[in-house]
């Protein structure tokens, strides 16, 4: 399928919209990065999980302490979680205008990067 061209040939693309947490996700930061795609994040909610980078992310987005990321915790078992998104930094930026990042997780990331 072709793209559209804008004016002068320039290729017009539109950006997803950026994942907002919704029912059963929260913002975390990387606290630390455990190996074999593990990580121990601190979540919205002051509790500290052993968090697993699903397959479909490990190539694709690489994570490191500082980092805010979109986590989905576990039902069955509290102190785990998936990691859904990595954010970035202007993306953090946008996120926090709007007031959906809380300025404590802004400052923990900014503390540990």
């Not at 979540?43 to 992310?57: H, N, T, Y």
């Amino acid at each position: 399928m072709a793209r559209r061209r804008g004016r002068r040939g320039e290729e017009t693309r539109k950006e997803p919209p950026l994942p907002n947490p919704e029912e059963g996700t929260m913002l975390c930061v990387v606290v630390r990065v455990l190996g074999a795609d593990h990580l121990l994040i601190r979540c919205q909610d002051g509790v500290e999980r052993k968090a697993r980078i699903p397959g479909s992310l490990r190539r694709r987005m690489w994570m490191r302490e500082g980092d805010i990321v979109l986590a989905a915790p576990w039902d069955f078992k509290p102190d785990r979680a998936d990691v859904v998104y990595r954010y970035t930094k202007e993306e953090v930026r946008k996120l926090a205008e709007k007031g959906i990042v809380p300025q404590e997780l802004i400052e923990l990331a900014e503390e540990l990067a």
